[in-house]
């Protein structure tokens, strides 16, 4: 199976400030990648597909980039609603694997 | 609304079975790959099991291929997860999910676009 792995696992940052979000495949996967946000007690909720593509809805201050094994999910501005724990999740091969989770935690 | 909505959670022995079910609203069933995640408590999501539109596909995490089974009733817009040999380590909230079809620079891909709220297994003795 695909390993994905994320960094870092966890972050302090302040309101305003760019996040960046890092998540590696153990092998290449094109660009079938997608990014989620999930709050706590909450289900995931689909921001990114294709690696660079926005949900229809989700902010554009969310952005994501990348192909073959490395790519990252980028908050420009970050807002109190943003504070979750983000995962990527591969969509190239099965089993389908999701990275560890980055938790975005306010400083 | 389109949404998705699990049920048959519960306290479980070790070694018993459990069937969740999800229910689908407001979207045609019978147009969408439907898929399983779960996570364990404080844990990072899991991915489990996927069934194309029709039954005739399964894919499932290798760590489950035998104890887990998923499947469909298009009719009765309902997918299920069945669960044999539950493991303490099974213990999870159960989340179902759409597999949207999305398309761009001439590909197809594959999102979790809408999720339910998710069902609670717990299996101890």
């Known amino acids: 199976a695909i390993q994905m792995t994320q960094s870092p696992s966890s972050l302090s940052a302040s309101v305003g400030d760019k996040v960046i979000i890092t998540c590696r495949a153990s092998q290449g996967i094109k660009t079938d990648l997608g990014w989620y946000q999930q709050k706590p007690g909450k289900a995931p909720k689909f921001l990114i597909y294709g690696a660079s593509n926005l949900e229809s809805g989700v902010p554009s201050k969310f952005s994501g980039s990348g192909s073959g094994t490395d790519f990252t999910l980028t908050i420009s501005s970050l807002q109190p609603e943003d504070f979750a724990t983000y995962y990527c999740l591969q969509d190239y091969t099965y089993p389908r694997t999701f990275g560890q989770g980055t938790k975005v935690e306010l400083k | 609304d389109v949404q998705v909505v699990e049920s048959g959670g519960g306290l479980v022995q070790p070694g018993g079975s459990l069937r969740l079910s999800c229910e689908a609203s407001?979207?045609?069933?019978?147009?969408?790959?439907m898929t399983w995640v779960r996570q364990a408590p404080g844990k990072g999501l899991e991915w489990v099991a996927n069934?194309?539109?029709?039954?005739?596909?399964?894919n499932y995490v290798d760590s489950l291929k035998g104890r887990f089974t998923i499947s469909r009733d298009n009719a009765k817009n309902l997918v299920h997860l069945q669960m044999d040999s539950l493991r303490v380590e099974d213990t999870a909230v159960y989340f179902c999910a759409r597999d949207g079809n999305y398309y761009d620079d001439r590909r197809y891909y594959d999102a979790l676009d809408i999720w339910g709220q998710g069902t609670l297994v717990t299996v101890s003795s």
């Open positions: 407001g979207f045609t069933l019978r147009n969408y790959w």
């Open positions: 069934i194309n539109e029709d039954g005739s596909e399964e």
